[in-house]
């Protein structure tokens, strides 16, 4: 009998307890951030988009040029090896934009002269789809770029 009393009060703390948590109130998500006072916030983030698009086209036109040169079309070596080089370059504006880092702007401009660089070699061959695709993606990245190495060191928020 001792135990079936034990057990019934077990029972009615744990409901007690259940009650008692469902009367608390569901947790929220938190709330989106504030919009950053950032003026230039905008400006960051496009080009951050804009640095990683080219790094994935410059990445794939190294690994054509790549296959191109295998297949014994040597003069697509060079093209690779830029591209390759300009995936770098685009690679890191992108993590330093996207973090507003102080250094953005000095690794846009090198970004942008990487990107110009890029172009002008795929532009030999724009008669590929690949090459051209490339040669518009570095002019895009380049400007943004530009633009991005204008704006400089900015107040940290």
């Known amino acids: 009998m001792r135990k079936s009393l034990f057990v019934a009060l077990?029972?009615?703390a744990g409901l007690s307890s259940l009650t008692a948590l469902a009367a608390l109130p569901?947790?929220?998500p938190p709330a989106a951030p504030a919009a950053a006072?950032?003026?230039?916030?905008?400006?960051?983030?496009?080009?951050?988009?804009?640095?990683?698009d080219c790094m994935l086209t410059?990445?794939?036109t190294a690994h054509h040029c790549a296959e191109l040169a295998m297949a014994g079309k040597k003069e697509h070596g060079k093209a690779m090896g830029i591209a390759a080089d300009c995936a770098e370059f685009c690679a890191l504006s992108a993590k330093l934009t996207a973090r507003h880092s102080d250094l953005a702007g000095t690794a846009c401009e090198a970004c942008a002269k990487a990107c110009d660089a890029c172009g002008a070699e795929c532009a030999k061959f724009a008669d590929a789809p690949e090459m051209k695709a490339c040669v518009e993606s570095c002019k895009k990245c380049a400007a943004s770029c530009r633009e991005m190495a204008k704006v400089g060191h900015h107040e940290k928020h």
């Open 26 to 28: 569901t947790p929220q």
């Open 37 to 52: 006072p950032d003026k230039h916030h905008a400006m960051y983030a496009e080009c951050a988009k804009v640095c990683a």
């Open 10 to 12: 077990m029972a009615f």
């Open 58 to 60: 410059c990445e794939t």
